[in-house]
T-cell receptor, first 114, second 107 residues
Framework: DSGVTQTPKHLITATGQRVTLRCSPR?????VYWYQQSLDQGLQFLIQ???????AKGNILERFSAQQFPDLHSELNLSSLELGDSALYFC?????????????FGPGTRLTVT | KNEVEQSPQNLTAQEGEFITINCSYS?????LHWLQQHPGGGIVSLFM???GKKKHGRLIATINIQEKHSSLHITASHPRDSAVYIC?????????FGQGTRLTINP
């Protein structure tokens, strides 16, 4: 158990809908990362937050947004869902935002868009 | 060409064999991560290294910064080592992942 929690574990929804994925980092970790893992693209970095502020952005679509709240939990919002958004979404946390801090991964949310 | 390349993509071996998975990267990095993903989907961080060699139990990770190459070795492999192993290069802002190596260890 990494100490990172994600809810829900599974989500099935229809095209065009909007969903929210939630992540609680390990106690004491200030940085949260979101990743998408699809069958054809592998793991991809979406976005990083550090202590409530956006720190880095990767291959995140405009239909997706995220935020980190004062209690440090984070939410990833996916809207106007398409079939291709079906994937595993992971969040990870680390103590700091720099590149040499180990990241701890949550169990993931499996999103299926039908 | 991907920024992070792993080889082989698939590897099947017998229990007890010595396993090597390779990772080459073309980006500048501050660290190289090795991750393990089990069939259930969960990801575990195995190593993070920026130079030299690290060992944890039967797992050994090495990195050669000049050659931009890292290897993950498993000694005395066991069926429970069956998983996907992913290397990830830590750049200035983000992790860039390899496509993963699917390892199957047969009893």
């Amino acid at each position: 158990d990494s100490g990172v929690t994600q809810t829900p574990k599974h989500l099935i929804t229809a095209t065009g809908q909007r969903v929210t994925l939630r992540c609680s980092p390990r106690s004491g970790d200030l940085s949260v990362y979101w990743y998408q893992q699809s069958l054809d693209q592998g793991l991809q970095f979406l976005i990083q937050y550090y202590n409530g502020e956006e720190r880095a952005k990767g291959n995140i679509l405009e239909r997706f947004s995220a935020q980190q709240f004062p209690d440090l939990h984070s939410e990833l919002n996916l809207s106007s869902l398409e079939l291709g958004d079906s994937a595993l979404y992971f969040c990870a946390s680390s103590v700091e935002a720099g590149g040499t801090y180990e990241q701890y991964f949550g169990p993931g949310t499996r999103l299926t868009v039908t | 060409k991907n920024e992070v390349e792993q080889s082989p993509q698939n590897l099947t071996a017998q229990e007890g064999e010595f396993i090597t998975i390779n990772c080459s990267y073309s980006v500048g990095i501050s660290a190289l991560h090795w991750l393990q993903q089990h069939p259930g989907g969960g990801i575990v961080s195995l190593f993070m290294l920026s130079s030299g060699k690290k060992k944890h139990g039967r797992l050994i990770a090495t990195i050669n910064i000049q050659e931009k190459h890292s290897s993950l070795h498993i000694t005395a492999s066991h069926p429970r080592d069956s998983a996907v192993y992913i290397c990830a290069a830590q750049g200035a802002q983000k992790l860039v992942f390899g496509q993963g190596t699917r390892l199957t260890i047969n009893p």
